[in-house]
């Protein structure tokens, strides 16, 4: 087969692949907000600036998530994201419950896995300064005393 009649074949083939999937059904809600997180204004900018779009029932989703493969992505995280962690739903869980998601918040931003490294390629305003860090920080350890 020449090369122009493999193209031929192949580009409609793709094309059709492309716009199958955009039929795939795609989860994209908001839920209501019930129990949204009480944080220090300084703590809550950041966790808004850098965490709700997957971590909220308040996600801005994007034009490109309307655009499969895309959305589906995207929407992966943003379930995922929530099933773990949900500041809109925060003042339902128990005290404990705080406790334990505050210190895996802490873990993650300590090690720079959270915002997700795909995130930060679109969104290079919710990367975490070390300023944000060490404000994040003194709101879950008061008791240690970081000084941003
Ligand atoms: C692009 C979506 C996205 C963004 C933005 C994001 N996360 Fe996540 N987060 C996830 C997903 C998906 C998971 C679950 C899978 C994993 O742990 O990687 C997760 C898991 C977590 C967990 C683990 C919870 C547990 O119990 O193990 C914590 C803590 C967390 N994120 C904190 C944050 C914080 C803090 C921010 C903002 C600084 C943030 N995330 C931004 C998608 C995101």
Redesign the pocket.
Known sequence: MTKSKLIKITVPVLIAIFAGIQFIPVEKTNPPVTGDIDAPPAVSS??KR??Y???SNETKWPWYSKIAPVSLLIAN??N??RE??NFSIWKDLSEEGHQS?KM??L???SKG????P??KLAHPE?K?TDYDKKIIKQWIEPEKGVRP
Do not use: S
């Open positions: 950041i966790l850098a965490c779009d997957c971590h995280d943003v995922e994201g773990y962690l998601i895996a918040i873990e993650k931003i896995e959270m915002p997700l795909q995130y919710a975490l």
